[in-house]
């Protein structure tokens, strides 16, 4: 098993888990990095996923990892974790890490490990390392599908505007 295939889950609260991927590009990891608060900015419709990202030429950025996981496909309905509204937030730590938190369409989704191998090979050669924290809070709901998810949806029949939305 190569290291990028290895899982490692720890719970760090009660509502959430993380896993951690390492990947063996070197070539950044000594560099300083300065770090600023940014909003992603929203295409027509889609919810902004809160975006901390480093801000020097060359490297890394959150939204270069938000992009990436637009790569990364739910394996039962066919489109991406963002267009899902399953990434709450994306973060690069000052080592040029990431930290993606997100959640799934149900907290007992038995393709988890799935998701965090596309991860894993969407996020290869873009960052080092990256950690995935799973959280249910908020719970997900079919409200949090951008509407080019909610397209892609409808491309299979499935109207998601007409489903009803759990209170």
């Known amino acids: 098993m190569t290291d990028e295939n290895k899982r490692m889950t720890t719970d760090t609260r009660p509502d ?3 896993a951690s991927h390492p990947h063996a590009t070197q070539s950044q990891q000594n560099n300083s990095m300065t770090s600023d608060n940014a909003i992603a900015p929203s295409s027509e419709g889609e919810e902004a996923i809160p975006l901390k ?6 490297r890394v950025t959150a939204r270069d990892v938000r992009e990436a996981l637009h ?32 959640t799934l369409t149900t907290p007992a989704c038995p393709l988890t490990g799935l998701i965090e191998d596309q991860c894993a090979q969407m996020l290869a050669g873009i960052v080092e390392e990256f950690r995935i924290e799973w959280t249910w809070k908020p719970r997900w709901s079919y409200t949090m599908i951008t509407p080019e998810g909610k397209e892609q949806l409808a491309a299979i029949g499935l109207d998601v505007d007409n489903l009803p939305v759990a209170q």
């Open 71 to 102: 790569q990364v496909i739910d394996p039962e309905l066919g489109v991406d974790v963002v267009d899902l509204g399953l990434v709450y937030g994306v973060e690069i730590d000052d080592n040029g890490r990431a930290i993606i938190t997100m």
């Open 16 to 18: 959430s888990a993380s």
């Open 53 to 58: 990202a480093v801000n020097e030429i060359g």
